[in-house]
């Protein structure tokens, strides 16, 4: 990054910690110790000038923030990597729209949302798909119920752009009745695939939905959120990342995924109907 960007987000931040504090220019100066001409001249237009470490760091610590943050290397307050309890994000006590991975779609409304799913994507799954996985991961049928209800709000949202990309042949293995799937009905699996297939038709444009060949491409499951973070899930936990450069990152590894499929998304309701036929 340039340094005078640099300066200039620095700056910036160093307002918006200085306005949060409640306090004068002087009693800041004083609680991250330095003096006050010394934070005029960091707060100066004409300077490109940044702090020493030591300073960055009582900064950041006083506030609570993260260097990452504060010199714009993240858009995100916290630290640059943390991780978190699955039950804590997805499934909270007082329904889907408190857990954090709500506020975090709330934030990146607006933006571009990318998501890599474990599994059938959630707010394309029928309510006997629902209760069926409920009952192997012994989670709460309700709160998934509601956690899918949530997401297919949020598509309808006219703000809202969501891309997911995912292998071919999870959708096949599901049609076929394979795997973790076997248990659910020919009926059942048909009547799946009808339901996403219109909710594809009904959602698209803002969300579409991408198939590549999973022999020659692989990812993990995740999600980027805008430019703001990433969460990788891990099966029991989620590794967040808040860093800029992590996030960039991903976002390449995301659209390398979109520019191997070999269904896009215009395609993708009319291939779970060719499986319904199959």
């Given at each position: ?16 910690l200085?306005?949060?504090s ?23 237009g004409?300077s490109?000038?940044?702090?020493r ?7 950041a610590?006083?506030?609570k923030v ?33 857990t954090l ?13 990318r998501?890599?799913?474990a ?18 991961t012994?989670k709460?049928?309700?709160?998934q119920?509601g956690?899918?209800?949530?997401r ?15 292998p071919?042949?999870?959708l ?56 703001l ?9 989620y ?13 390449r590894?995301f659209?390398?995924l ?6 896009n ?7 779970a109907r ?5």
């Amino acid at each position: 990054m340039d340094k005078r960007d640099l300066s200039e987000i620095f700056k910036r931040r160093l307002a918006t910690l200085i306005d949060r504090s409640g306090t004068s220019q002087s009693a800041f100066a004083t609680a991250v110790g330095i003096d006050r001409s010394a934070l005029s001249q960091l707060l100066s237009g004409q300077s490109t000038r940044l702090p020493r470490a030591e300073t960055l760091l009582n900064i950041a610590a006083e506030h609570k923030v993260s260097l990452d943050w504060l010199l714009g290397v993240s858009q995100d307050e916290g630290l640059g990597s943390e991780i978190r309890e699955s039950f804590e994000i997805e499934e909270g006590l007082e329904g889907f729209d408190r857990t954090l991975l709500a506020k975090w779609h709330a934030e990146a409304a607006g933006t571009k949302i990318r998501y890599v799913p474990a599994g059938i994507p959630d707010l394309l799954r029928s309510d006997d798909l629902i209760e069926y996985e409920a009952g192997i991961t012994r989670k709460s049928t309700e709160s998934q119920m509601g956690e899918t209800q949530y997401r297919i709000d949020y598509n309808r949202r006219p703000e809202t752009d969501m891309e997911v990309c995912m292998p071919r042949h999870v959708l096949e293995i599901f049609a076929g009745g394979m795997g973790v799937w076997s248990g659910l009905t020919s009926g059942q699996r048909e009547a799946q695939l009808a339901h996403m297939a219109q909710l594809l038709d009904d959602l698209y444009p803002s969300f579409r939905l991408y198939l590549y060949d999973g022999r020659l491409r692989y990812s993990v499951p995740y999600t980027i959120f805008g430019q703001l973070r990433a969460a990788i899930y891990m099966g029991d936990m989620y590794l967040v990342l808040n860093a800029t450069a992590a996030v960039r990152s991903l976002t390449r590894h995301f659209d390398n995924l979109i520019r191997a499929a070999d269904v896009n998304a215009h395609e993708t309701a009319a291939f779970a109907r060719s499986l319904m036929r199959d």
